[in-house]
T-cell receptor, first 117, second 114 residues
């Protein structure tokens, strides 16, 4: 079974600075997707960024980028120029590629990010 | 318009009661899900439906019964509620065909059993 581990329950960053959230996963499959979701206090789950395992290039979305190390099974999220609105719980998630219909997301435990003004 | 909407958003009820949470998506997706987020904020899938057919049924007590009357709706009925059922329940949807398709979540239904 796939597992996703986020070893940092809490992180903090100063506004305008950069922070990196860690995620590791365990799988025997070679093709899969990885995601970072953000959950602000409103509890809404918001997709931040996604990475296809077959792509070597790291995904980027504006101030958000990932460092995908397939061999190490590592998928970290870097937030540049942190803003107060980035404060939230961040979840790393894994999804199989072949289980297309109804395939599940397997989530990590989450990292609570605080942004200090 | 809200893409994935669930009602009620908050629900406080007594042990032993039966309750339902409704979910509707207007994205035209063919796959819908229920996820549970416990008090430690851990998210785990409960069920998924594709074109009204049950695809995933995780180890969930029989007291939980999903029902999908059509592709746009997936309701969750819970019988004989227990204290441990207190959690936030998220409905979600996606378009099948590729696992890379985004799963869109509703805003969650916060269930408190007293």
């Amino acid at each position: 079974a796939q597992t996703v581990t986020q070893s940092q329950p809490e992180m903090s960053v100063q506004e305008a600075e950069t922070v990196t959230l860690s995620c590791t996963y365990d799988t025997s499959e070679s093709d899969y997707y990885l995601f970072w979701y953000k959950q602000p206090p409103s509890r809404q789950m918001i997709l931040v960024i996604r990475q296809e395992a077959y792509k070597q290039q790291n995904a980027t979305e504006n101030r958000f980028s990932v460092n995908f190390q397939k061999a190490a099974k590592s998928f970290s999220l870097k937030i540049s120029d942190s803003q107060l609105g980035d404060a939230a719980m961040y979840f790393c998630a894994y999804r199989r590629s072949w289980e297309t219909s109804g395939s599940r997301l397997t989530f990590g435990e989450g990292t609570q990010l605080t942004v200090n003004p | 318009d809200t893409a994935v909407s669930q009602t009620p958003k908050y629900l406080v009820t007594q042990m032993g009661n039966d309750k339902s949470i409704k979910c509707e998506q207007n994205l035209g997706h063919d796959t819908m899900y229920w996820y549970k987020q416990d008090s430690k904020k851990f998210l785990k899938i409960m069920f998924s439906y594709n074109n009204k057919e049950l695809i995933i049924n995780e180890t969930v007590p029989n007291r939980f019964s999903p029902k999908s009357p059509d592709k746009a709706h997936l309701n969750l009925h819970i019988n004989s509620l227990e204290l441990g059922d207190s959690a936030v329940y998220f409905c979600a949807s996606s378009q099948g065909g590729t696992a890379g398709n985004t799963i869109y979540f509703g805003e969650g239904s916060w269930l408190t059993v007293v």
